[in-house]
């Protein structure tokens, strides 16, 4: 008899060990339901060539803008006749950006014979702090 419950318990183990490696939901790598796919990005090369940051110098003469960008470095633009200036009520040029240092703003450019030649500037948030006096007191 107990030879009978030993045989009889070993197949109920075998029969339970089978039916439990057997399980239709195992988590497997291809077995998503969902599948990911990235967002697509709203304009690749749009975003790759608008920059924003804080106006630094306006250099008339040389046809130079400089501004700091989120990471903190300084970058310079070539300014050309056909580059448009918005988001002031100044007439559309280099020169209505004069004494506007400090402002946030949005240049579009495009590289030119390897250099940063804006296409667009716009004033998206206007400085009302002068600028500060280089001599000391």
């Known amino acids: 008899m107990t030879g009978k ?15 439990s490696c057997q399980r239709d939901g195992a988590v497997h790598a291809g077995n998503d339901v969902v599948k990911y796919a990235p967002r697509a990005a709203e304009s690749a090369q749009n975003a790759a060539n608008d920059m924003k940051g804080e106006l630094l110098r306006v250099d008339v003469p040389k046809k130079l803008i400089s501004l700091r960008v989120e990471n903190g ?22 020169r209505s950006l004069t004494g506007k240092e400090g402002s946030e703003v949005t240049v579009a450019w495009e590289d030119v014979n390897g250099a940063k030649t804006a296409t667009n500037v716009e004033v998206t948030q206007l400085s009302t702090a002068r600028p500060r006096s280089r001599r000391y007191r």
């Open 73 to 94: 470095m300084e970058q310079t633009f070539k300014i050309t006749d056909d580059t448009v200036v918005k988001g002031l009520s100044a007439p559309p040029a280099i």
């Open 5 to 19: 419950f030993i045989s009889v318990a070993t197949i109920c183990a075998f029969m339970l060990l089978i039916v």
